[in-house]
Every structure is written in C-alpha cells, then in structure tokens.
C-alpha cells in the first residue's frame, strides 16, 4: 500500500508551485532565504535523515493543513548538497485504523541494502515503533506486520515510547527510543537482524533526576573514540537538547556518560538528528523553534518552523562537542565585504559596510578594557529595534538579547563563556531573515534564536561598554536564496 496523502500532496504540490513562483519570499519578510522551511503549514522534528543514492534526504513532522500542529506526516525534500532542497510529496500520513492512525511521530531512515526503510512511532493511545520501505527513496510502503514493536520494557509507559533512531553496528540493527521511568527520561537499547523482529537490550542511559522527565528524540552514534548520546528532554527549562559524551557498551548496552554539554543553548533548538554522509561525516540539524514558544509570528503567513543550519559535529581533543555550519553552506556568498582592525568604544559604532538580514559573519573581537561588548543585528536605522548578541565579562556569559529584535517574544538567552585572559571572543554568525545562529569559540559555544524585525532593519553595529575594546577582524558575506 502506498502511503502518499493525496490531499496532503495536493496542498504539498500547490504550496511549492507557488514558492517557486517566488510568492511567500517576495510578501513575507521571515520566511528564510536558504534555510529549510515548509512549502506551507507546520513543521518541527526533522526525521529520517539520511544520505541514500547519492542524494540527501530530509523528512519532517509535518502538518499540512494549517500552520499550527496536528496530525503529523512526514514531510519529505531531497538535496544534493544539504543547502539546495527540493520538496517532494509527503512520505507517510496516518493510516485510519492502523497504528499510527494518531499521526506519523518521529523516527530514522537507514539504507537497508538498496532499500531506504524509515522507522518511525505510530501515536495513538500507545506509542508503537513502525516500519516503512521504499526502493527508490521516493514511494512508500508501510509493513504489512506494523508495528514492528509493540510495547516497550515493563515499568516503561506504553503512551510515551518513541521517536526510534536506528544504526547498524557490530553486524546488527540498533535502535534507542525515547521514554520515561518514574518521572526521569530515558533512552532504551534494542537490537535487531531485520528492522522487524526487535528485542530489547538495555535503558542505555537514564536522568539521574536532573535531566528531564521525558527524553524524546534520542540519538546515539559513535564519534571519533567516543560514543555521543544526544536527548531532548521534556521537563527541563527551555527544554535545551543535552549532548552527553562518552562511550556504548554493545555487550551490556550501557552507555557511561564522561561529558554533558548543552547542544545549543539558544531558545530556538529542539529534537535534532543526526546522520553519517557518504564522507563519514556527522551532520546534525535541529528543528529552530521551540515547544517553549508563546508566538509565533510566520503563521500570519500560513507557515510556522524551520530547520536550522546542518551543522558537522566533531569531538575535540579534550572530547567537548565542537558544532560548524556544512562548508556548503559557503557556495551561497556573496559580496564579500571586511572591517579593518580598530579600537570601538565605549558607545556605539555603526558598520555602514555590512548590512543585510541573510549574512554570513567571521567576526574577532579583543574585549580589551570593556566590560560588556556586542554586535547589534538586524538594527533599525533609528537604533530602535535590535537582536544583541553580547559578551559580559564579569558573568562569562555570551547571550543572544531579542528584547528589541521586533514581533515574537523578547527574552536573553544565554551560555556560558569564560574568556581566558587574552582571549579573543570568536564569532561565526549566520542570519537568514528570521534566524540568527552564533557559533563562538570554534564551536564550542552554540545560540540560536528566532527573530522577528522589521524587512528594513538590517544595521550591523559594535558597542562597547566601561572601556575601550578592539576588533580584531570583521569578514561578511551576503548570503543568496540557492
Ligand atoms: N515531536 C514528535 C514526537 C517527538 C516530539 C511529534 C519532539 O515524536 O517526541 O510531533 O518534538
């Protein structure tokens, strides 16, 4: 049975024609130039990434009927190169009656010898694992025998068990699910010959109570001598998706967690994957929205999420997670634009050779004597609206300060960022009309937020406060719709 919503793909259908028309892009001033966005209605967990054929393929929870969540599909584009997508039709809506007739929740795809199998969570009153099969990467069909897994382990409610990732290592199939025990959020081991038949293994890791109540969206993988194990736990202020590094016992299927690290600490970061491409490297995206959100200003456009950025996750020597945009990424600048080196502060000091609301920014910033600076973005000819990304000394922290930054919600949103004495704040910058993403320090430190100014606020400014400060550096590029 094919699976393709036929009202779903004709909403699908009309909605891309008319973005190709250039419609949504031309009238709405949030809808990103090159991140990747719904055709039309709501989208949040991407799902089934996977590099299949030598293309790219991206699946997301999606509702295609509206702009607000509801019975979710899968959502489905492909690309080349992770930057040019193309929207295809839906891979997988509810089937009334079968098991995910509640919606088509989260999951993975692997390349199952020539076949792209997608497991995914069937909702309804339980949470069931299901699997669907397509030899061309584009048709299919879901298995005859769903749900491949019907019930997690005793103690484990049946009604929150899901978004399945799977891997092949050590000659089998892997799976970790999300779950909960007695309020603490857990990821559970199963082991498979087939992607039918599962059985389960092990919690491979579980909150110590600090963690989360619920881990949704679990993602393990082995990276470089290490093993990653990336959750997104309910429960948790902001709900920020934790990144704990260390290592998987396949023989007990046990992971020991060396390392917790915050993956982005933005407001805008939720439910990533990740995959391997056919160059082994590890390439994550993230939904850049958040369940947090109280508004959200696109859906006035018919449209609400966004993926973020794909970003290449690598460990560095101390084993910290080091995250960068996809060196593709950078085929899309233009009008390469720099800032000689100088002393700014205390005040304002306005960049009149930057400007724009999709840039791509190598900033290198000495805080010398000044006690806070920051880069304005997205500022408004009469200084009134701004996003403030800013470095405090005295508390170490880097933030991302909406309060100005236009429609939406205010909020700072901060990480931790201790400067060591001479060092300078390092910052890579990509803004894409509604989005602002900071990676500071080579990766080390990640914000990514969602902003809503105004078209014609697109200013870049330096300030410093309580003491002289000195750029370093400042390289910029506009970046261009693909
Ligand atoms: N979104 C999906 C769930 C997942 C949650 C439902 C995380 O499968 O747990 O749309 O954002």
Redesign the pocket.
């Given at each position: 049975m094919a699976t393709r919503g036929g009202l779903a793909t004709a909403v699908v259908v009309v909605a891309s024609l008319a973005a190709a028309l250039g419609a949504p892009g031309d009238v709405d001033p949030w809808r990103p130039l090159w991140h990747f966005t719904p055709p039309a209605g709501w989208m949040?967990?991407p799902n089934g990434l996977a590099h299949f054929r030598g293309e790219y393929h991206l699946f997301y929870?999606y509702h295609p009927f509206g702009p607000d969540?509801g019975p979710?599909h899968w959502g489905h584009a492909v690309s080349p190169d992770l930057v040019r997508w193309r929207h295809l039709p839906i891979a997988l809506a509810p089937s009334p009656g079968g098991p995910d007739a509640g919606?088509c929740?989260?999951?993975s795809a692997v390349d199952d010898g020539g076949v792209l199998s997608v497991v995914?969570?069937g909702?309804g009153e339980r949470?069931v694992q299901c699997l669907a099969t397509s030899p061309d990467g584009r048709v299919f069909t879901k298995h005859p025998g769903n749900p491949v897994l019907a019930s997690p382990p005793e103690g484990f409610p049946p009604e929150h068990f899901?978004?399945p990732k799977v891997w092949r290592a050590e000659g089998h199939w892997w799976m970790v699910a999300?779950s909960k025990r007695d309020g603490r959020g857990a990821a559970l081991l199963y082991e498979s010959a087939d992607l039918r038949r599962w059985s389960f293994k092990a919690v491979a890791a579980e909150s110590d109570g600090t963690l989360g109540t619920?881990w949704?969206?679990p993602d393990l993988f082995a990276l470089g001598d290490r093993h990653v194990l990336v959750v997104?736990p309910e429960g948790l202020d902001r709900r920020k998706a934790l990144a704990f590094v260390g290592r998987l016992d396949y023989g007990t299927g046990r992971f020991a967690i060396e390392s917790r690290h915050v993956a982005d600490h933005g407001f805008d970061f939720?439910?990533p994957q990740s995959f391997e491409d056919a160059g082994g490297r590890r390439v994550v995206i993230g939904?850049m929205d958040s369940?947090a959100s109280k508004a959200w200003p696109t859906k006035a456009w018919g449209w609400a999420g966004a993926m973020t950025v794909p970003r290449l996750l690598r460990l560095s020597v101390d084993g910290t997670p080091l995250w960068a945009p996809v060196p593709e990424i950078e085929t899309l600048r233009r009008d390469p634009a720099s800032v000689p080196p100088g002393d700014f502060g205390p005040g304002l000091h306005v960049l009149d050779a930057v400007q724009g609301d999709s840039l791509d920014l190598e900033v290198e910033i000495d805080p010398g004597a000044a006690s806070e600076v920051a880069l304005l973005l997205r500022r408004s000819a009469d200084g009134r609206q701004e996003t403030r990304l800013k470095y405090d000394r005295a508390s170490g922290t880097l933030a991302i300060d909406r309060e100005r930054a236009g429609a939406g919600e205010g909020g700072v949103h901060e990480a931790p960022l201790a400067l060591a004495a001479g060092e300078t704040l390092r910052l890579r910058v990509l803004l894409d009309r509604s989005s602002v993403e900071v990676f500071a320090q080579d990766g080390r430190v990640v914000l990514t937020d969602r902003v809503y100014p105004d078209a014609a606020s697109v200013g870049v400014a330096l300030e410093a406060q309580g003491g002289r400060a000195r750029l370093v550096g400042l390289r910029s590029w506009r970046l261009l719709r693909p």
């Open positions: 949040n967990d929870q969540w979710m919606g929740f989260s999951g995914y969570t909702h949470q899901r978004d999300g619920m949704e969206c997104s939720y439910a939904w369940w």
